[in-house]
């Protein structure tokens, strides 16, 4: 089952269900922890069952799997400010604009970035704009399932996935776009991943003057946590450019 990592909690196994199919949902992350209060501040939920990052204060940073098409759109709902979904002190902000990657068919090319009706005043999350981080060990967050065919999560579970080079990523997917996907995950054993409903939440590690950085986008998978199948996510160094350039245009 190829998932979408919409709709799900984190299961800390990278599933990408597109929204709308028979395996859609947003799924957590599978074999994670718990996030803390302010931990990962620049953490959003979207209303359609996908995470996302702020890339400004105003710009949510999300998969293009997440929406349909780009335009006036103010129908998502954005949360933002803290890790239990159902607290009072929670931020929600409307949708205004949503612009999808220029063409995004499905394969590949997995962002897009949605304008907010009014800036949220936390600490944003910055991207990677060379190859330089696409390495090492990655944190992965969200409110997905935390397991395959899971339920969403109320609370934002975190979760650490070491980096999976493309060779080893193509043995389990032929269908994989080395140069705009980034894979990590636990190979041999599986246990650890993004899952259903993770879909469009960072994946972020810490850049060499130890603030986080921003390095892939939940994208997809089989399943969630499985032995050899690890996630896969849109490499955002790849994208950083057309990133910067679409904000500006919102």
């Excluded at 999350?125 to 090492?136: H, Q, R, S």
């Excluded at 899971?150 to 070491?162: D, E, F, I, N």
């Excluded at 650890?192 to 469009?200: E, H, I, K, L």
């Excluded at 997809?220 to 490499?235: K, L, M, N, Q, S």
Aim: charged residues 15%; hydrophobic residues 40%.
């Amino acid at each position: 089952m190829k998932r979408t990592l919409a709709v799900g909690a984190v299961a800390l196994a990278a599933v990408s269900l597109q929204p709308g199919t028979a395996t859609a949902g947003t799924a957590p992350v599978v074999g994670g922890t718990r996030a803390a209060q302010g931990e990962f501040p620049f953490m959003v939920r979207l209303s359609m069952g996908c995470g996302g990052a702020l890339y400004t204060q105003q710009i949510v940073l999300t998969a293009a799997h997440c929406v349909n098409g780009s335009g006036n759109n103010t129908s998502i709902t954005a949360t933002a400010g803290v890790v239990d979904l159902n607290s009072s002190s929670a931020i929600k902000v409307k949708s205004t604009k949503v612009l999808q990657a220029p063409g995004y068919n499905g394969t590949g090319k997995d962002w897009a970035l949605i304008k907010l009706a009014k800036p949220i005043n936390l600490p944003t999350l910055k991207i990677a704009e060379t190859k330089a981080y696409d390495n090492g060990t990655f944190t992965v967050a969200g409110w997905g399932a935390t397991r395959e065919g899971g339920g969403q999560q109320r609370y934002l579970m975190k979760a650490t996935v070491p980096f999976v080079s493309d060779a080893a990523c193509n043995a389990a997917y032929s269908d994989l776009v080395p140069g705009e996907e980034i894979c990590a995950g636990l190979i041999d054993q599986g246990g650890v991943d993004t899952c259903q409903g993770d879909s469009g939440g960072p994946m972020f590690r810490r850049d060499n003057a130890g603030a986080w950085i921003q390095v892939g986008i939940v994208s997809w998978g089989i399943g969630c946590a499985r032995p050899d199948y690890p996630g896969v996510y849109t490499e955002v160094s790849t994208f950083a450019a057309q990133i910067k350039s679409a904000a500006a245009t919102l």
